[in-house]
């Protein structure tokens, strides 16, 4: 079974840096485009960011962009979502995915392409 594991969330002061991690185990993990998402109270779930499998090339909404910086180290099964200049609107509960087909990259921000979910951290950002 494909089980993430996200890691990393807390509480945060506005302009502070928070690193997440994502660990996933049961796949060949290095075929897989990988992605975060988050979902702050009451509302849907939003893409954050996007890694290829390979790691060369990412994606970022424009809420994060230049903020944010997804990375993955393929021998550790890991994905990171570092996270830099918070803002009180980045509170949110932060999820990792696994794409649903390996080697693909097409709807990069679209939860329909992501078969396996972890739980969530939370990230709580203060003003």
């Known amino acids: 079974q494909v089980q993430p594991v996200e890691s990393g969330g807390g509480l945060v002061q506005a302009g502070g840096s928070l690193r997440l991690a994502c660990a996933a185990s049961?796949?060949?993990?290095?075929?897989?485009?990988m992605g975060w998402f988050r979902q702050a109270p009451g509302k849907e779930r939003e893409f954050v960011a996007a890694?290829?499998?390979?790691?060369?090339?990412?994606y970022y909404a424009d809420s994060v962009k230049g903020r944010f910086t997804i990375s993955r180290d393929n021998a550790k099964n890991t994905v990171y979502l570092q996270m830099n200049s918070l803002k009180p609107e980045d509170t949110a509960v932060y999820y990792c995915?696994?794409?649903?087909?390996?080697?693909?990259?097409?709807?990069?921000?679209?939860?329909?392409?992501?078969?396996?979910w972890g739980q969530g951290t939370q990230v709580t950002v203060s003003s």
């Open positions: 995915a696994i794409r649903r087909t390996q080697f693909t990259w097409n709807n990069f921000s679209s939860r329909n392409e992501y078969a396996y």
């Open positions: 890694i290829t499998w390979h790691g060369g090339t990412t």
């Open positions: 049961g796949r060949t993990f290095n075929r897989y485009a």
